[in-house]
T-cell receptor, first 115, second 115 residues
């Protein structure tokens, strides 16, 4: 099992450009999450998907959209990138409720720079 | 909203020393989690705590769920070079949150080797 995979690993954008960060998990987990991590700060939740077909806003959703394409895949889209979105983005997944749903497994991250 | 204060922010250790760090919350948590993040990687779960007063070990690591349910502690005994990294606490709130809902992360404790 690969666990949680993310693509790309690195990306540089110009202000105003758009892009989609991809995430996939092969652990048959119900829930998936997108976080951003900025220097000296913990992880802040952008969006999450409790189950296939549902998405909800987290702490810092502005400037982002998400799609839960199927149970395996959860993508994060930046429609018009801004320098404030320069960060490391982590995708995570967790099992169904009652099966250790609070235990999240993280991908390796995508390092995004917006010029 | 709920916040976590993690301390210390950084610390230098000498190989063989014991290490302690803690996390406090402004409100009650039902679950406490401790993660470690190596450079260029996503966080990896070390210990999960589910009950007030619970003390759980994972090798040289020991974590405790505070009696007040507003704090947690992580101790590392006899530190070794591979302990270097960033340690994050995380908590999941009291009933009222959905099972797939928000886990709050502390800002991290950066562990370094003292030269």
């Amino acid at each position: 099992n690969a666990g949680v995979t993310q693509t790309p690993k690195f990306q540089v954008l110009k202000t105003g450009q758009s892009m989609t960060l991809q995430c996939a998990q092969d652990m048959n987990h119900n829930s998936m999450y997108w976080y951003r991590q900025d220097p000296g700060m913990g992880l802040r939740l952008i969006y999450y998907s409790a189950s296939e077909g549902t998405t909800d806003k987290g702490e810092v959703p502005n400037g982002y959209n998400v799609s839960r394409l199927n149970k395996r895949e959860f993508s994060l889209r930046l429609e018009s990138a801004a320098p404030s979105q320069t960060s490391v983005y982590f995708c995570a997944s967790s099992p169904a409720p009652g099966q250790g749903s609070d235990t999240q497994y993280f991908g390796p991250g995508t390092r995004l720079t917006v010029l | 909203g709920q916040q976590l204060n993690q301390s210390p922010q950084s610390m230098f250790i000498q190989e063989g020393e014991d290490v302690s760090m803690n996390c406090t919350s402004s409100s009650i948590f039902n679950t406490w989690l401790w993660y470690k993040q190596d450079p260029g990687e996503g966080p990896v779960l070390l210990i999960a705590l589910y009950k007030a007063g619970e003390l759980t070990s994972n090798g040289r690591l020991t974590a405790q769920f505070g009696i007040t349910r507003k704090d947690s502690f992580l101790n590392i005994s006899a530190s070794i070079p591979s302990d270097v990294g960033i340690y994050f606490c995380a908590g999941q709130g009291a009933p009222g949150y959905s099972s797939a809902s928000k886990i709050i992360f502390g800002s991290g404790t950066r562990l370094s080797i003292r030269p």
